[in-house]
């Protein structure tokens, strides 16, 4: 299976990054880029430090505005916050889209990084492997 997966969420800095090294990493013929409807520009320090004591973190991991990834072709969009759903541009291939929502872990301690990844990995990887099955 190889297919492709946007992540999307308001500033491309915490959940999304982390929701797309994670995509990458665990599901085998699954790729994943991550985007922002308003891009901080940057990736939060705390979500880079979790993701290198991972082990998945990659270089090329970086905040990203729609205009980076709104010709690329999606086998699934993922919104991660109800900003990002509501903000959501018509790709213009169309392609199907699921919601699950995560608490920005942005501005709080490491502490709520990790929680936010271990939601991440419990909830969201089963959520796209289901729906590109379907």
Request: glycine content about 6%; charged content about 30%.
């Amino acid at each position: 299976m190889d297919k492709k997966v946007l992540v999307l969420c308001t500033g491309n800095s915490c959940r999304s990054i982390i929701a797309e090294a994670l995509i990458n990493a665990k599901l085998d013929g699954v790729s994943a880029d991550s985007s922002g409807v308003r891009a901080s520009g940057k990736v939060n320090p705390n979500a880079e430090k979790l993701l290198k004591e991972k082990g998945i973190w990659q270089e090329r991991y970086h905040s990203k505005t729609l205009q980076e990834v709104i010709d690329n072709e999606y086998d699934l969009i993922v919104t991660v916050c109800d900003h990002a759903k509501e903000r959501c541009p018509m790709f213009p291939k169309p392609a199907p889209k699921i919601h699950v929502v995560f608490e920005d872990p942005d501005g709080k301690g490491y502490e709520a990084f990790e929680l936010t990844y271990k939601e991440i990995e419990e909830e969201l990887l089963p959520a796209v492997k289901k729906a590109l099955e379907a």
